[in-house]
């Protein structure tokens, strides 16, 4: 997660145009993506269901 933010934060600064369409089409689009790896993450960290 941390290497996704920091990735994202790169992006952002150098090579996203100096636009606010832009960042209103880049911010939402990466604040989505971040949840696929999170949830494999909360997935990975939970204990099985014992049943």
């Known amino acids: 997660m941390s290497v ?14 100096d636009s606010k369409l832009a960042e209103l089409v880049y911010y939402p689009v990466v604040g989505v993506i971040w949840i696929f790896p999170a949830m494999k993450i909360v997935k990975w960290m939970q204990p099985p269901l014992d049943r």
């Open 4 to 17: 996704y933010c920091l990735l994202c934060m790169y992006i952002a600064v150098n090579w996203l145009p």
